[in-house]
């Protein structure tokens, strides 16, 4: 079995505010549903109903990111003479040959995380990643040295 010649994993601390986002704005979605539509069947939501709507939402809630969490720890980025894979959710590879232009990018999660995402392909990005601009220039050298015209 090939042995990588490097990994790195992803922040499960920029996962996890990306998932508690998430859960917060569709759970208040989901509230304020409920009372608009008893608002137009002109009903009143008792509050021991609002109480057990809202304590359930937030037990299922940090189910969900519990989840989430022991999800991302599994995920990484393994580094190959010849290729990425990620193991995730499924398993996802890339060629060296097959990156062309190597980016990063930062959304609103990735600045509160101190993390950010590398772009290898529309298919292929590395996300939440610390330590971003190390693994970019590694990337780099990798494609160079995989780039066509190079003795491999």
């Known amino acids: 079995m090939e042995t990588p010649q490097y990994s790195v994993s992803p922040s499960v601390g920029a996962v996890a505010v990306m998932q508690i986002a998430q859960l917060v704005l569709l759970c208040g979605f989901f509230y304020a549903g409920i009372i608009v539509n008893l608002s137009f069947l002109k009903m009143a939501l008792p509050l021991w109903a609002n109480l057990l709507a809202i304590v359930l939402l937030v037990f299922l809630s940090a189910v969900q990111i519990v989840i989430t969490i022991s999800k991302a720890k599994k995920y990484r980025y393994d580094f190959y003479p010849n290729r990425i894979e990620f193991y995730g959710k499924r398993l996802q590879s890339i060629l060296y040959s097959e ?9 609103f999660a990735d600045l509160l995380a101190g993390t950010a ?3 290898l392909s529309k298919k292929f990005k590395i996300k939440n990643i610390k330590n971003c601009r190390q693994i970019q220039e590694y990337i780099n050298n990798l494609v160079q040295a995989f780039s066509p015209g190079t003795v491999q």
């Open 99 to 107: 990156i062309g232009a190597v980016k990063t990018r930062r959304d």
């Open 117 to 119: 995402t590398i772009v």
